[in-house]
T-cell receptor, first 117, second 109 residues
C-alpha cells in the first residue's frame, strides 16, 4: 500500500490564489521530504528539500517566497504556492524515504495537478 | 549539477525483451534507482543498485557499472501494462535524487 500520501490530487483555481499541498508519510517518520515539479513530457525537477524543524533548502532558480515549505512534524510537510499564476500550472510531487541513506528508495505521493486559470 | 542521459523512446512487441540504458555523471554517488511512471501518475519504485552487478526482480533486472557511469533496466516478457515512462535516477553525495528525462516504452501487440 501507499507509504506517502499527498493531498489534494487536483486543484483548479484562479490566478492570484494561494494553494496549499500536503504530503504525509503514513507509517514512518521522515525528517526529510522532497518536493518536485514535473511539466508535461519532462522529468521531475527537484524544487526543495524539506527539513523537519528547520528551514527548507531550495534548488537554484526556485523562489523561496513563492513556494513556501513548512515541515512542522515528522510526518507532514506542506508546500504553499503563493499568488499562483498560469505559469505555475504543473504536476507537483512529494517524496520521502524511510531513512536518508542505505538502500531505502524515495517513495512518492500520488502528485497534485495544479491548473491556474 | 548532474548529467543523466537515457533514450527518449523505445518500442517493443508483447513478450519481447527491452533494455533501457542510462549513463550518468554526478558529484558523489549513493545509488541508482529505476522508477516506472504511467501518464498522469507519480513514479513507482522498481529497483536499486549501489554496487556493480545485476539485480534481478522478477521480470525486471537492473545492472550497474560505477566505473563506467552506466546502468540498464531490462524488461523481460513484456506486457501491455508495461507501456510507461521509465526514469533513471541517481542519488548524489548529498542524498538528493536527480532524474533523467525518462524513456517512454510502448508495447505493441
Amino acid at each position: 500500500g501507499a507509504v506517502v500520501s499527498q493531498h489534494p490530487s487536483r486543484v483548479i483555481c484562479k490566478s492570484g490564489t494561494s494553494v496549499k499541498i500536503e504530503c504525509r508519510s503514513l507509517d514512518f517518520q521522515a525528517t526529510t521530504m522532497f518536493w518536485y515539479r514535473q511539466f508535461p513530457k519532462q522529468s521531475l525537477m527537484l524544487m526543495a528539500t524539506s527539513n523537519e524543524g528547520s528551514k527548507a533548502t531550495y534548488e537554484q532558480g526556485v523562489e523561496k517566497d513563492k513556494f513556501l515549505i513548512n515541515h512542522a512534524s515528522l510526518t507532514l510537510s506542506t508546500l504553499t504556492v503563493t499568488s499562483a499564476h498560469p505559469e505555475d500550472s504543473s504536476f507537483y510531487i512529494c517524496s520521502a524515504s524511510r531513512e536518508t541513506g542505505g538502500n531505502q528508495p524515495q517513495h512518492f505521493g500520488d502528485g497534485t495537478r495544479l491548473s491556474i486559470l | 549539477g548532474q548529467n543523466i542521459d537515457q533514450p527518449t523512446e523505445m518500442t517493443a512487441t508483447e513478450g519481447a525483451i527491452v533494455q533501457i540504458n542510462c549513463t550518468y555523471q554526478t558529484s558523489g554517488f549513493n545509488g541508482l534507482f529505476w522508477y516506472q511512471q504511467h501518464a498522469g501518475e507519480a513514479p513507482t519504485f522498481l529497483s536499486y543498485n549501489v554496487l556493480d552487478g545485476l539485480e534481478e526482480k522478477g521480470r525486471f533486472s537492473s545492472f550497474l557499472s560505477r566505473s563506467k557511469g552506466y546502468s540498464y533496466l531490462l524488461l523481460k516478457e513484456l506486457q501491455m501494462k508495461d507501456s510507461a515512462s521509465y526514469l533513471c535516477a541517481v542519488r548524489d553525495g548529498d542524498y538528493k535524487l536527480s532524474f533523467g528525462a525518462g524513456t517512454t516504452v510502448t508495447v505493441r501487440a
